[in-house]
């Protein structure tokens, strides 16, 4: 071990601190694998990770009363389910009655199988994460969609490392309004784009990235994600970097 | 199991010393109030059952007088017929005042039949009732010994069955006839039932009609008379009694635990599965205190079957202290140890296609807490009504799959308003879509529609004359997507609008 006072050393130490905290920064989830959303093209190069991980929790917050949040949701769900993964949704009884019930032929139109979609409602907010927990700590379904009101910090960090024990993705649904911190990985707004189904995305990774597009297609044939406008301004300038001083 | 002093017991076992003190419980009957029970201090007083309370009181003034309970009473029995599960599953409640338990093959368990009669006998002493407990062969047998033998109703808490001549031996009343019946024999000189037994059958039937053959017979064993258990049988129990009584909750986790272990083993013997399980506590009061779990496949794992148990082991009240844990396999279904590996097709997979253990266990965990109706899977079913396209199906079964078992066209919306939420809409008459529509307070410019998709009431199901709705996908102008339809036609004072759906 290098001491302080060399030059040289100290350097290799910094190094050493920075890989460190780029780690932790991308979050443990990174080892268990990411997924490809458009199969390593543009919208993957553009991702902090190449793709998007497993192993950790994402959010996507809802734009109004709309569906498009959930049309995006559904459809990285597809992405991490690949051919014969299964999908877990989860949902409360009142948040239902506010925003409806996901309605399986629609999804099966945009790609998810019902066969492998199960959908879980339960009574109370409490419930409905402790039905989350079991999921994505099981390991079991490839990915799991949670749609609860009032997920507080707390109750996001434990999703998040429920997901990382489980190595599997977890999809926090949130409306827009909610901006305060969060644990996920990553935080996606979305917004719709006519025709459909695309979307104008807004992502803020954890560790300062951001990106935005104006319009991503979803394939439903390939079950693939299209970048179909050109980047927006803010994702050509570098990754902000973070001073380790 | 006769238990003659019933009422009075149960209120005796809350004061102490109550059973010093002539007391009664007394029933209304419109203006008169009679003595329903007595315990034994007023039996010896000279009072009985029936007596006008008036002359009671004129009799025995120092009596306590308290209202009878019969339901209360009954409930109670139950409990108690509940609390015999410690002995043998079947068990029943007998009238208002008795109890069977049927314990053919099981006396061994206790050290033989005396012995099991005298634990009994203690542990119904200790609790405080008042019983008379006989083993037979038959029912009848075992309740005549019960409530007629030694001169009825004092002495001894166990009756020595004495069989067929010892049932002759018994007054008449002894074979469960009608009081009537009883009567009437008793004036024609029938005093015990050998005098009937010695009767041709067919003078008796002529005269009194079958009863007494029939019980006769029942008594006799040379008819069936099986007992109707309060419990569903269980395939598998297991038991463990302590010395001392249990409450605290680690105590009893880990009595569960090893009791779960235990059944997992004999269900591994059995090749067998469990599919019900229940875990019971007997409390030293005389009651007892179960949950059950259930799973989706049969599970002999007893890491998962304790683990579901756990989640409702809180609910379970230990009250005064157990004496006593069983646990019971209520269903279970042969298991293989080929089942236990992978096997199958077409079912909710893990990465290589095969059935999956580790799934159901999550299932059984979540189906467990949040009941079945929680958690469901989808199939197609076949109606153009958008809420009716879908059935529930199994949650790890087969389930058609693919794109050729869902209808994709026309579009549908990915989410669905189990009630339709009514909107405010402008439209082009006659059959126009929306310009303009207002939607929870928010007021939304049409830019595109698509339609209308007219779906028409399924006419078997439905009143002849409910509404065709048209289908409409309406796409705003900040480019939000909703299903809305109309319900019926357009009329000049406005049709009826409704969002359905959302597509994202």
């Known amino acids: 071990m290098a001491t302080l006072t060399d030059g040289a050393g100290r350097r290799a130490l910094l190094e050493d601190l920075r890989a460190k905290i780029g780690r932790i920064e991308r979050g443990r989830g990174a080892d268990a694998g990411t997924v490809a959303l458009d199969g390593g093209g543009p919208l993957d190069r553009a991702l902090p990770w190449g793709g998007l991980p497993r192993g950790a929790l994402h959010e996507v917050a809802m734009e109004g009363a709309g569906a498009a949040g959930i049309g995006f949701a559904a459809a990285l769900a597809i992405r991490f389910a690949g051919i014969s993964g299964v999908v877990f949704w989860i949902a409360t009884r009142l948040g239902e009655i506010e925003t409806g019930l996901p309605y399986p032929p629609g999804l099966a139109a945009l790609g998810l199988d019902p066969a492998r979609l199960l959908h879980v409602r339960a009574a109370r907010a409490r419930d409905a994460l402790w039905a989350a927990e079991e999921a994505l700590r099981s390991g079991k379904p490839a990915a799991t969609l949670i749609e609860v009101e009032d997920v507080d910090l707390v109750a996001g960090r434990r999703l998040q490392l429920a997901a990382e024990a489980g190595g599997l993705a977890g999809l926090l649904l949130r409306p827009a309004q909610r901006t305060e911190a969060s644990a996920a990985l990553s935080r996606w707004q979305v917004a719709p784009a006519a025709p459909a189904p695309a979307w104008h995305l807004r992502l803020r990774a954890r560790g300062g990235a951001e990106r935005e597009w104006d319009r991503i297609e979803w394939d439903h044939a390939t079950h693939r994600f299209r970048v179909a406008a050109a980047l927006a301004d803010r994702s050509d300038r570098a990754p902000q970097t973070r001073r380790v001083g | 199991?006769?238990?003659?002093?019933?009422?009075?017991?149960?209120?005796?076992?809350?004061?102490?010393?109550?059973?010093?003190?002539?007391?009664?419980?007394?029933?209304?009957?419109?203006?008169?109030?009679?003595?329903?029970?007595?315990?034994?201090?007023?039996?010896?007083?000279?009072?009985?059952?029936?007596?006008?309370?008036?002359?009671?009181?004129?009799?025995?003034?120092?009596?306590?007088?308290?209202?009878?309970?019969?339901?209360?009473?009954?409930?109670?029995?139950?409990?108690?017929?509940?609390?015999?599960?410690?002995?043998?599953?079947?068990?029943?409640?007998?009238?208002?005042?008795?109890?069977?338990?049927?314990?053919?093959?099981?006396?061994?368990?206790?050290?033989?039949?005396?012995?099991?009669?005298?634990?009994?006998?203690?542990?119904?002493?200790?609790?405080?009732?008042?019983?008379?407990?006989?083993?037979?062969?038959?029912?009848?047998?075992?309740?005549?010994?019960?409530?007629?033998?030694?001169?009825?109703?004092?002495?001894?808490?166990?009756?020595?069955?004495?069989?067929?001549?010892?049932?002759?031996?018994?007054?008449?009343?002894?074979?469960?006839?009608?009081?009537?019946?009883?009567?009437?024999?008793?004036?024609?000189?029938?005093?015990?039932?050998?005098?009937?037994?010695?009767?041709?059958?067919?003078?008796?039937?002529?005269?009194?009609?079958?009863?007494?053959?029939?019980?006769?017979?029942?008594?006799?064993?040379?008819?069936?008379?099986?007992?109707?258990?309060?419990?569903?049988?269980?395939?598998?129990?297991?038991?463990?009694?302590?010395?001392?009584?249990?409450?605290?909750?680690?105590?009893?986790?880990?009595?569960?635990?090893?009791?779960?272990?235990?059944?997992?083993?004999?269900?591994?013997?059995?090749?067998?599965?469990?599919?019900?399980?229940?875990?019971?506590?007997?409390?030293?009061?005389?009651?007892?205190?179960?949950?059950?779990?259930?799973?989706?496949?049969?599970?002999?794992?007893?890491r998962h079957l304790f683990r579901l148990l756990a989640e409702k082991l809180e609910s379970l009240d230990p009250g005064f202290g157990a004496d006593m844990a069983l646990i019971e396999a209520r269903a279970s279904e042969p298991l293989g140890p080929a089942q236990m590996a992978l096997a199958g097709a077409g079912r909710i997979a893990g990465d290589d296609g095969g059935e999956d253990a580790d799934m159901a266990a999550l299932l059984d965990r979540l189906i467990g807490r949040l009941g079945g109706a929680a958690v469901a899977r989808y199939a197609p079913r076949e109606s153009h009504i958008p809420e009716r396209a879908l059935r529930r199906a199994d949650p790890l079964g087969d389930a058609p799959t693919g794109s050729d078992a869902w209808r994709l066209d026309p579009p549908r919306p990915i989410r669905l308003f189990a009630r339709p939420e009514p909107v405010e809409a402008v439209a082009e008459l006659p059959d126009g879509p929306p310009a303009f529509f207002r939607w929870r307070k928010i007021g939304r410019r049409v830019r595109r529609a698509e339609g209308p998709e007219r779906i028409a009431a399924e006419w078997w199901r439905e009143a002849e004359d409910a509404p065709a709705r048209d289908y409409y996908r309406i796409e705003d102008d900040s480019g939000r997507r909703y299903w809305l339809y109309r319900d019926g036609p357009a009329t000049p004072e406005g049709a009826r609008w409704f969002l359905h759906g959302l597509f994202g």
Request: proline share 7%; glycine share 10%; net charge neutral.
């Open chain 2, 1 to 302: 199991m006769w238990l003659p002093r019933l009422p009075t017991d149960r209120i005796e076992r809350l004061r102490p010393g109550a059973s010093a003190e002539p007391r009664a419980t007394v029933l209304t009957e419109g203006h008169r109030r009679r003595l329903a029970a007595v315990n034994r201090a007023a039996a010896a007083a000279g009072l009985v059952p029936g007596l006008g309370l008036a002359e009671a009181e004129a009799r025995v003034p120092e009596l306590f007088v308290h209202p009878a309970t019969p339901e209360e009473d009954r409930a109670a029995l139950r409990r108690l017929a509940f609390w015999c599960g410690r002995w043998s599953p079947w068990t029943a409640v007998d009238g208002e005042d008795g109890l069977w338990l049927d314990v053919t093959g099981a006396a061994h368990l206790f050290g033989g039949e005396a012995a099991l009669l005298a634990e009994i006998a203690a542990r119904l002493r200790g609790l405080g009732f008042a019983a008379r407990l006989a083993i037979a062969d038959t029912p009848g047998m075992a309740w005549a010994f019960a409530r007629f033998a030694d001169g009825g109703g004092k002495g001894a808490s166990v009756v020595p069955a004495g069989g067929r001549d010892g049932l002759f031996a018994l007054p008449v009343a002894a074979l469960r006839l009608a009081e009537a019946l009883v009567a009437d024999l008793a004036r024609l000189g029938f005093g015990t039932v050998g005098d009937l037994a010695l009767q041709p059958r067919a003078a008796l039937a002529r005269r009194f009609g079958r009863e007494i053959g029939r019980r006769l017979d029942q008594a006799l064993g040379r008819i069936d008379e099986p007992i109707d258990p309060l419990a569903p049988p269980a395939t598998l129990r297991i038991r463990q009694a302590f010395a001392e009584p249990v409450s605290a909750p680690e105590d009893i986790a880990r009595i569960a635990r090893d009791l779960t272990e235990a059944l997992a083993r004999r269900l591994g013997d059995a090749a067998e599965g469990a599919r019900r399980l229940a875990f019971q506590l007997f409390r030293v009061d005389g009651s007892l205190a179960e949950i059950e779990i259930g799973t989706v496949r049969p599970s002999r794992d007893a």
